[in-house]
């Protein structure tokens, strides 16, 4: 089975559409599945004390630019998704046209986001960093109600994230959690993951990891983004072959 991959750009673009459209490039040329923003607007979480609060209000997308980079994406011929934060983030999706839905774990506790996108029918994949609270063997939450396919990705709400943090053994990719999200360095993790069975993996995507911005570090560059996406297909090549001699 085919690992989807999505690059999640965020707001790496730091606000500059002609960076977005780079970005989006660079996703394509990797062999990625999905070009991944957000419809963010940090004032609703934080106060202009946040370290980095002037950054992500610049980096906000609105309408306008949503429905650009959604034309983009559509000519590059990569699928657009956002994460969506609240309704006005819903409504603006549908209006999109969007496949499918990504809720970051910080919203795992408004039910009206997760009511309004279930009523969609459509698709959703769920972080869930912030509701295991790094204790992945929870339950899964019980609210989140759809009509579309509901996937779990497992997360650790840390940004980096150290490897010592990540614990593998404890996550049921078969039965519990459908993916990664990684912040991780690196690529070990997510191929890890991919080798024992998860079929989603996101993984922050920037040209530059000097570039200034909250996740710019943390994120891989277009190089490591390819031979991520090269090495996941290789070892869905050799697991199939695996699964079938075995």
Same mark, same amino acid.
């Given at each position: 089975?085919?690992?989807?991959?999505?690059?999640?750009?965020?707001?790496?673009?730091?606000?500059?559409?002609?960076?977005?459209?780079?970005?989006?490039?660079?996703?394509? &040329?990797?062999?990625?599945?999905?070009?991944?923003?957000? +419809? +963010?607007?940090?004032?609703?979480?934080?106060?202009?004390?946040?370290?980095? %609060?002037?950054?992500?209000?610049?980096? &906000?997308?609105? %309408?306008?630019?949503?429905?650009?980079?959604?034309? %983009?994406?559509?000519?590059?011929?990569?699928?657009?998704?956002?994460?969506?934060?609240?309704?006005?983030?819903?409504?603006?999706?549908?209006?999109?046209?969007?496949?499918? %839905?990504?809720?970051?774990?910080?919203?795992?506790?408004?039910?009206?986001?997760?009511?309004?996108?279930?009523?969609?029918?459509?698709?959703?994949?769920?972080?869930?960093?912030?509701?295991?609270?790094?204790?992945?063997?929870?339950?899964?939450?019980?609210?989140?109600? $759809?009509?579309?396919?509901?996937?779990?990705?497992?997360?650790?709400?840390?940004?980096?994230?150290?490897?010592?943090?990540? !614990?593998?053994?404890?996550? !049921? +990719?078969? /039965?519990?959690?459908?993916? +990664? $999200?990684?912040?991780?360095?690196?690529? /070990?993790?997510?191929?890890?993951?991919?080798?024992?069975?998860?079929?989603?993996?996101?993984?922050?995507?920037?040209?530059?990891?000097?570039?200034?911005?909250?996740?710019?570090?943390? $994120?891989?560059?277009?190089?490591?983004?390819?031979?991520?996406?090269?090495?996941?297909?290789?070892?869905?090549?050799?697991?199939?072959?695996? /699964?079938?001699?075995?």
């Amino acid at each position: 089975m085919k690992t989807t991959i999505i690059a999640e750009i965020g707001l790496n673009h730091n606000g500059n559409m002609e960076m977005a459209k780079c970005l989006i490039d660079e996703a394509h &040329r990797a062999g990625a599945d999905i070009a991944k923003f957000q +419809f +963010f607007d940090i004032s609703e979480y934080f106060g202009s004390e946040f370290e980095w %609060y002037e950054e992500c209000m610049k980096a &906000r997308i609105d %309408y306008d630019k949503a429905e650009m980079l959604r034309d %983009y994406c559509d000519k590059v011929g990569i699928e657009f998704m956002s994460s969506v934060f609240n309704l006005q983030g819903v409504e603006w999706a549908e209006k999109l046209g969007m496949k499918r %839905y990504k809720i970051a774990s910080r919203c795992i506790g408004q039910q009206d986001l997760f009511d309004a996108v279930g009523e969609t029918g459509k698709d959703m994949i769920v972080s869930l960093g912030m509701w295991h609270d790094a204790n992945p063997t929870a339950p899964l939450p019980t609210h989140i109600k $759809s009509k579309g396919k509901v996937d779990f990705l497992y997360c650790v709400a840390k940004y980096p994230t150290m490897p010592e943090d990540v !614990d593998f053994n404890k996550i !049921d +990719f078969k /039965n519990k959690y459908s993916g +990664f $999200s990684d912040h991780t360095i690196g690529m /070990n993790a997510p191929l890890i993951a991919v080798a024992r069975g998860a079929r989603i993996i996101e993984k922050h995507f920037t040209l530059s990891k000097k570039m200034h911005g909250p996740d710019h570090q943390g $994120s891989m560059e277009p190089n490591e983004l390819r031979q991520l996406v090269k090495s996941a297909r290789e070892f869905e090549e050799f697991m199939s072959k695996w /699964n079938t001699e075995s």
